[in-house]
């Protein structure tokens, strides 16, 4: 049985000049057939070969980084194949589908060479890159450029290790996905024994001076509360129920929104 040919799609992609391996993976075909259709766009006449490099350059010029191209929230489809199929093991690999749709998102940034969205939105590097082109040395590129800008690249690296090796199924000498510190951030940590010395110290005041203090340090160092929701945090937040027990007022983000809660 012949196997099916998108032959007007191969034609899009000789005419602009994809080598051979990177159009059979595209297009999920051999060899021998790759050269047949080949050989049936090179008879084409000069005019119609024109005409369909027009067309291929509009149709992968913008249009490939569109949302929609590369995902389909509605049909969980791309009209990308290799991002098909690195959707298609992430879900076998038990991904959760919001996660893996928000590694496709962040791999689309990427390619376009920015990080945030609307008015925060940041140009990292001048580039588009076709996920199908993007190689590690792309990678270690983008991820420079964060750390030149100050970005946590933690997230990036993630997303580019993992789409390269279940996406591409090339392994990345270079790149970890493992936490790498808290970088500029280091001196904002304290030691386990620093943290006893200061409870230790607070412990000596007098319990009007004590208590509102020790609540706010047991919120601090225990309450696992992010840093944006505990700058936030007033005199106004701290609610007293006596017996020596106090409420810290938070609104805090979780897995399934920002909420209003009260942590003892």
């Known amino acids: 049985m012949r196997q099916k040919i998108d032959r007007k799609r191969m034609f899009k992609l000789i005419a602009l000049g994809w080598d051979a391996k990177r159009i059979m993976d595209e297009v999920g075909i051999s060899r021998r057939t ?21 067309e291929a350059k509009r149709e992968y010029g913008e249009s490939i980084f569109d949302k929609k ?13 290799i991002i098909q199929r690195w959707f298609d093991v992430m879900r076998v690999r038990d991904v959760s589908l919001t996660e893996a749709k928000e590694r496709i998102a962040f791999l689309r940034k990427i390619c376009l060479g920015y990080v945030g969205k609307g008015e925060n939105q940041i140009r990292v590097i001048n580039w588009k890159i076709h996920p ?36 591409k199924g090339v392994i990345p000498t270079y790149i970890s996905g493992k936490k790498q510190g808290y970088g500029k951030m280091a001196q904002e940590y304290l030691t386990v024994s620093e943290v006893e010395r200061i409870f230790e110290f607070v412990d000596k005041l007098p319990e009007r001076e004590r208590m509102p203090l020790k609540t706010l340090l047991m919120f601090l160092f225990h309450s696992g509360t992010r840093i944006k929701a505990t700058l936030r945090i007033t005199e106004d937040d701290l609610i007293w129920h006596g017996s020596e027990v106090w409420q810290v007022h938070v609104v805090d983000k979780g897995r399934e929104g920002k909420k209003e809660k009260t942590k003892v």
Do not use: M
């Open 34 to 54: 790759y050269f047949r259709v080949r050989n049936e766009f090179l008879r084409l006449s000069e005019e119609e070969r024109g005409r369909i490099l027009e």
């Open 69 to 81: 191209a590369w995902f389909d929230v509605k049909t969980c489809r791309s009209q990308i194949p």
């Open 132 to 167: 199908q082109d993007f190689t590690e040395e792309h990678g270690i590129r983008f991820i420079s450029a964060l750390k030149n800008l100050g970005i946590n690249d933690y997230n990036y690296r993630k997303v580019i290790r993992n789409f390269l090796i279940f996406g």
